[in-house]
């Protein structure tokens, strides 16, 4: 039975606002409809009568007084709304509209019909948008001496924000340390000085471990009961202590070349040597999985030196090697900087053949991917593509193709467009960026705007596309763009840069509304002060034309009906 009442509730309700959906019309006419009939009753036609001498005896004085209120009034809501806006990104009534407005109406959201089916889907939500709005190590990021800091020296500026520095420093004490770094001491002292927060803490800390390094150990080997001979050992240089001077001591690219090629001799011996030992123990195998992720690092980071010093051919080998040597750590993303190496060489077929194993659906997605599968396609065509002559004789195969890269691309990233066209200043990348972000886009730009020059006409091509995704919020493409990314990225861009956000917060209805009223009645006001019998006049003339179409309905209806019809309804 309880069911059953409920229910009937529910079908009430439901053919409620079904009748103010649909027939709010028929309503209304029915309002109008019983107002004329029991005009005699209520005595309207007097009541107006009244109405309009009371009007005629006001002064000038009045309407500037009720026009500069209504300024007044308009303009506090206009600023209201202007401060809400530009605090909660929306506008005060119409958020207050739909919340509570909306479900009297009938425009209730659907979430209490569809409680058993939204839990699942608020949790794939959810996951969708942390995995969405997850911080990424930059592949490409630049050295912290020898870059970084080199231009804080000359602009003053400092290029990285505490939190991407922060980040920083997790993923190192995340990849360089262990469990066991307590049994050595030089790997204390870094596991110590990771955590530290002064750059010049840190560098002593790293020169203080290799200095330990120095001292010679004793191991008592008994070989005769009567004597000893004691062996003597030199400890294995400490690899993560030339890591941190190379990427912040080092002023120079070159310097910071050879501080690696030293880590990579002690990284390399503290590899093989856990390499044997890992089936030992779960410590052991922690010190393993250290050593695998300081010597991918070194190698990586020489590199992209090489890169840096201009023996691109060289890098290239040596990074093709190291995804061969480790094909499971795709967590460096080592083929991004493959691919910017391979198009500074102009090799476009190996770079093809990176993109095609890599550009797969069931792989993550970034900026580098989309952008260079774009620039091959366009590379194709742009030369001799002209939007006149596209819009005349339509698109070709390669052209269409090259079209829609272009359109996944920007819809991927919408913000890499305006860093290629030098529509928007580039600054340094940051250490860690945002897929989808401005700040992918910025160290995407910073590197392979080059490239995009070096192709004639496509950088044409992607201005003549330069509006793709926009207004398309949802995406056919990819999932629906995040809204967390504007504050991710002002924490990981630096302050005096301008922090490219889409999509683009239009300003409300009711703030345009709002400020259209305010100035209409300011300005009303104004010429009521200086011009009142002018302004008496066109008001005037005003309201007779604004009632004149009604004062003929009511002609028309009074002689259609009878003046005594309510009378006789009475009777009745």
């Known amino acids: 039975m309880a069911e059953a009442g409920t229910g009937f509730l529910e079908q009430l309700k439901s053919c409620i606002v079904w009748s103010w959906t649909y027939l709010w019309t028929v309503w209304f006419f029915i309002v109008l409809f019983l107002v004329y009939i029991l005009r005699v009753p209520?005595?309207?036609?007097?009541?107006?009568?009244?109405?309009?001498?009371?009007?005629?005896?006001?002064?000038p004085k009045f309407y500037v007084a009720l026009t500069g209120t209504s300024s007044l009034i308009s303009g506090l809501i206009l600023i209201f709304e202007w401060w809400y806006f530009r605090k909660y990104g929306t506008s005060f009534i119409e958020q207050v509209s739909v919340s509570h407005l909306r479900p009297l109406l009938g425009?209730?959201?659907?979430?209490?019909?569809?409680?058993?089916?939204?839990?699942?889907?608020?949790?794939?939500?959810?996951?969708?948008?942390?995995?969405?709005?997850?911080?990424?190590?930059?592949?490409?990021?630049l050295f912290r001496g020898a870059e970084y800091n080199r231009y804080t020296w000359v602009t003053g500026r400092e290029p990285l924000t505490y939190y991407d520095m922060n980040l920083s420093a997790q993923d190192h004490q995340t990849f360089f340390t262990c469990d066991s770094d307590h049994l050595r001491p030089a790997d204390a002292i870094m596991q110590k000085a990771w955590r530290e927060r002064n750059p010049q803490a840190r560098i002593s800390a790293a020169h203080e471990a290799l200095e330990i390094n120095e001292i010679r150990s004793r191991v008592e080997v008994p070989l005769i009961a009567s004597s000893t001979i004691w062996e003597i050992k030199l400890l294995p240089k400490c690899a993560t202590a030339y890591i941190l001077l190379a990427e912040e001591e080092a002023t120079t690219?070159?310097?910071a070349e050879k501080l690696f090629k030293q880590a990579l001799k002690a990284g390399d011996g503290c590899y093989r040597r856990s390499q044997q030992l890992q089936h030992h123990g779960s410590q052991y195998e922690a010190q393993h999985r250290r050593d695998t992720?300081?010597?991918?690092?070194?190698?990586?980071?020489?590199?992209?030196?090489?890169?840096?010093?201009?023996?691109?051919?060289?890098?290239?080998?040596?990074?093709?090697?190291?995804?061969?040597?480790?094909?499971?750590?795709?967590?460096?993303?080592?083929?991004?900087?493959?691919?910017?190496?391979?198009?500074?060489?102009?090799?476009?077929?190996?770079?093809?053949?990176?993109?095609?194993?890599y550009d797969d659906i069931s792989l993550p997605k970034s900026a580098t991917i989309c952008y260079t599968a774009a620039l091959l396609k366009a590379r194709a065509v742009s030369d001799k593509f002209s939007p006149e002559a596209a819009s005349r004789r339509g698109l070709s195969t390669a052209e269409m193709n090259a079209v829609e890269?272009?359109?996944?691309?920007?819809?991927?990233?919408?913000?890499?467009?305006?860093?290629?066209?030098?529509?928007?200043s580039l600054i340094l990348p940051p250490e860690h960026i945002l897929k989808r972000g401005d700040s992918e886009a910025i160290a995407y730009a910073f590197f392979h705007l080059a490239h995009w020059k070096r192709v004639e006409g496509a950088l044409n091509l992607l201005h003549s596309f330069r509006m793709i995704p926009y207004p398309l919020e949802k995406g056919h493409l990819f999932y629906p763009y995040p809204i967390c990314t504007e504050t991710a990225d002002r924490e990981l861009l630096p302050s005096f840069?301008?922090?490219s956000v889409y999509p683009k917060k239009e300003l409300p209805f009711f703030i345009l509304f709002t400020a259209g009223l305010c100035s209409f009645t300011a300005m009303l006001a104004l010429l009521t002060h200086q011009f009142p019998e002018l302004m008496g006049v066109f008001a005037k003339a005003f309201l007779s034309t604004l009632f004149a179409p009604l004062n003929f309905v009511m002609e028309k209806v009074e002689s259609i009906l009878p003046s005594s019809l309510w009378h006789q309804l009475t009777r009745i």
Request: aromatic share 6%; proline share 3%.
């Open 405 to 424: 890269a272009i359109h996944r691309a920007v819809e991927f990233n919408p913000h890499v467009p305006k860093y290629l066209l030098e529509m928007k």
């Open 42 to 59: 209520l005595k309207i036609n007097d009541n107006l009568s009244t109405v309009s001498m009371f009007l005629n005896t006001l002064t």
């Open 497 to 499: 840069h301008e922090v």
């Open 107 to 141: 425009g209730a959201d659907n979430n209490s019909s569809n409680n058993s089916n939204s839990s699942n889907g608020d949790s794939d939500a959810n996951r969708q948008s942390v995995s969405e709005c997850k911080v990424w190590r930059n592949p490409l990021n």
């Open 293 to 357: 992720n300081v010597l991918v690092y070194i190698k990586r980071r020489l590199a992209m030196c090489a890169r840096r010093l201009g023996r691109t051919r060289e890098a290239v080998k040596m990074m093709r090697d190291l995804m061969k040597e480790f094909p499971l750590l795709s967590m460096f993303n080592i083929h991004e900087n493959l691919l910017e190496a391979l198009l500074e060489l102009q090799a476009y077929a190996d770079v093809q053949a990176v993109l095609a194993k």
């Open 253 to 255: 690219i070159a310097e």
